[in-house]
């Protein structure tokens, strides 16, 4: 079978997927067959009456797959360490929270970091054979603001995975 009938949109994965979710809906229509995480499912948890509340949740995390080789995004910053004020605290982690849009797909990421119980910070680790997903510690169970921010072009990104409404802690 030729791609797409012989017809060169030039998104032929892009136009099968559509038809794909196109016909699934049309078969499921009155089924609630929905993914249970994910952008769509997040936002609607954000934005429900029932969490919208002075103490509610204000930050959708996110993970990005960066094009070509579907890797997961870890992005690297520093801060000044508020402790000694003369050395350097260097973050790397693939979990963000978005600020605003600057111009056309760019945006401004601040990179949030990992906590467990306590408050302590946990440094993922790309591809690690222990860790959940492959960076990430089962002991994780929060998020912390780090105040730094990258601006990324989002047109560099293949896939964007977003995680459960959370208020992150303020950042150290």
Known sequence: MSCCSGKHSGHCVCDMVRKIVLA???AEENQNNCCTTGCEQSIEKLLSP???TDNGPTTIPFLLYCKGDCDLF???GVRMNENTTTTFD???TPIFKAKKFKHDCCVELELLEVTSSG???IIPSPNHPQLECGFLPSSANGLRETGICITVDLHCFCAIQCLDPTTPANSV
Do not use: H, I, L, Y
């Open 24 to 26: 699934q809906n049309e």
């Open 50 to 52: 029932t969490t919208v």
């Open 74 to 76: 870890f992005a690297r």
């Open 90 to 92: 260097c973050v790397e």
């Open 119 to 121: 408050s302590q910070t």
